[in-house]
């Protein structure tokens, strides 16, 4: 006789259900074509432009000619796959390459470069913590640490944001376990800053790993945009391990963990997220050591970025829009419930501006925002038409429920 068991589909049915009577239905769109900060996308079956003011193509280099032409090239040269995993035969000169640069630039010992971020944060916590040892870290880390800890069975304690004395209590509970503490450098969706130092003193005096995922700092921060870690003035000894993506400010796709010689071997050779996939192809590795020379070297793209953040936070705030406390590229808009973030970012789009609505669980519920990012590749014009659209869709969806209402 046949089991009783649930009906998956039926189960995904109802979810979804579920997430459509809270405005939590997410759907992608689809880009025909960029140029620039402008997106080409689809529009119920036509096209229009948009300027993209959701991308984390922070310095512009996604589309740059000596970024786009290096991949071009190593592709001619080297096919567009590696043909297999970078301990049986995918290990090409090029990821050599990238991986020596890097280390180089950020003045650590070595470097691993794989596939994406997720899967460096799992690599890094399923090698080195075991069941009995202990993750602790930051409440508003991006999921693919908070996942990563989960899957490599370890314990997670989890501390109130950017909470050093916190995180202090939190690894003082299990004083007898193996240790890592991990923390966003740049949280991607508040546009803060961890507090990099005091947690550094908190690893120390507790003999646990201080980890740093720069996501979001690196290319962006600190001095030749070595990052969130060089910005605090930490080495690598006080932050022995962090993750450097090769997708947002460095414009192309893939990541590289940076640090102690010893444990970057350990992980080469252990780490399951490393051992078991197909490597990064080599092409790609090309492009992305294009962009860390252009990053490392071409200071006026953070020096414009900066400016940029500037001009439209003294506008925003003039026109009494209620930001978050950020100084880099990342500036969330803080709406509160769901169905106020979807009505502003659907009267951003049709101005021709697309913001994406962030809701959660992305964020905490009640925490709706529009998460709205600047590039370096955008004009003073583009923001300065950014907040006056902003500003009158705020009166907009005000006026329709003025308990909607985004306002300082």
Known sequence: MAPERPDLRARARQLRDDRDARLLRRQRRTVLRRDGMRCEVEDGGASRWLLNFCSNDYLG??????VSGALQDAAATDGVGSGGSHLVCGHHARHAALEREIADWLQVPATLVLGSGFAANLAVLQAL??????????????????????LAGCRL???????????????????????????????????????????????????????????????????DGRGSVAEARLDVEAVPLQLVTLGKALGGYGAALAGDADLIAHLAETARPYVYTTALPPAQAAASLAAVRLARHEHWR???????VQRFRTRALGHGLDLMASDT??????????????????????????????RPPTVPEGQARLRITLGAAHADADVDALVDALARARDAVSAHDPAAAVQA
């Open 129 to 150: 913590l075991g069941d009995d040892d202990v993750c602790v870290q930051d409440r508003l880390n991006h999921a693919s640490l908070i996942d990563a800890a989960r």
């Open 302 to 308: 953070r020096e414009r970025l900066a400016a940029l």
């Open 329 to 358: 590229p990342i500036q969330p808009l803080r709406c509160g419930d769901n169905a106020t973030a979807l009505a502003l970012s659907a009267a951003l789009d049709a101005a021709g501006f697309w913001v994406t609505a962030i």
């Open 157 to 223: 304690r989890r501390y109130p944001h950017a909470d050093a004395p916190g995180a202090l209590r939190q690894l003082r509970t299990l004083p007898d376990t193996a240790a890592i503490l991990a923390t966003d450098g740049v949280f991607s969706m508040d546009g803060d800053v961890a507090p990099l130092r005091e947690l550094a003193v908190v690893a120390r005096v507790q003999r646990a790993l201080f980890y740093v995922d720069d996501a979001h700092g690196i290319g962006v921060r600190g001095p």
């Open 61 to 66: 280099l996604s589309q740059h000619f000596a």
